[in-house]
């Protein structure tokens, strides 16, 4: 259920850095993490099912998001899940 407005706490702005957690399906080399945004990544393998990569960090505003994303779907790593942990 999504919460009201009034319940997120201080209004998010598409100028305002934020921390995020970014799941994709597939495998990425901790290498790519300053091309994306320097944001940290660990990949996560279980038994019969594909790779897991996350990426964590602050990103500076809503464009380098949009930036971040396009580069994963660039490399043809399907999109799981954005996650704002919180804004700053």
Avoid: C, F
Avoid at 46 to 72: C, F, H, M, W, Y
Wanted: charged share 20%; net charge positive; no cysteine.
């Amino acid at each position: 259920m999504m919460r009201p407005p009034s319940d997120l706490g201080p209004r998010l702005t598409l100028g305002a850095p934020a921390t995020y957690r970014i799941r994709v399906q597939g495998e990425l080399a901790a290498g790519w993490s300053e091309r994306l945004g320097g944001l940290r990544i660990t990949t996560h393998r279980r038994k019969d099912q594909a790779p897991v990569t996350t990426l964590v960090g602050v990103v500076r505003d809503q464009a380098e998001l949009i930036g971040i994303v396009n580069s994963l779907y660039d490399l043809h790593l399907p999109l799981l899940s954005v996650q704002m942990l919180r804004h700053e």
